[in-house]
């Protein structure tokens, strides 16, 4: 069981970078395959970036790709996402999530969120 806590939110400009953590207690964090997801206000929570339990493998949404990286520090339980040339469609509050799955594909297959960070891009 992990349980993750996002970090690094807060309020920028257009064309600012930002990147969000997730520290994940637990001894078991390189068990998990974990994601970052995001919802606008009025909007459905919507995928971002995966990353595999080794990060060997990763997938990005369209909607950011090029622009967002995420990558995992094992020894660390931690879980990164950098944004760069951050839009004002990119303000949500962005979550973390943790998959026992090999390969999670919908939200429903992430079995722990953390609470969330907020992320607020100004023009």
């Known amino acids: 069981q992990v349980q993750p806590v996002e970090s690094g939110g807060g309020l920028v400009q257009a064309g600012d970078s930002l990147r969000l953590s997730c520290a994940a207690s637990?001894?078991?964090?390189?068990?998990?395959?974990m994601g970052w997801f995001r919802q606008a206000p009025g909007k459905e929570r919507e995928f971002v970036a995966r990353?595999?339990?080794?990060?060997?493998?990763?997938r990005v949404a369209d909607s950011v790709k090029g622009r967002v990286t995420i990558s995992r520090d094992n020894a660390k339980n931690t879980v990164y996402l950098q944004m760069n040339s951050l839009k004002p469609e990119d303000t949500a509050v962005y979550y973390c999530?943790?998959?026992?799955?090999?390969?999670?594909?919908?939200?429903?297959?992430?079995?722990?969120w953390g609470q969330g960070t907020q992320v607020t891009v100004s023009s």
């Open positions: 999530a943790a998959s026992s799955r090999g390969v999670p594909g919908a939200t429903r297959d992430y079995d722990y």
């Open positions: 637990g001894r078991t964090f390189s068990n998990y395959a």
């Open positions: 990353i595999s339990r080794s990060g060997g493998t990763t």
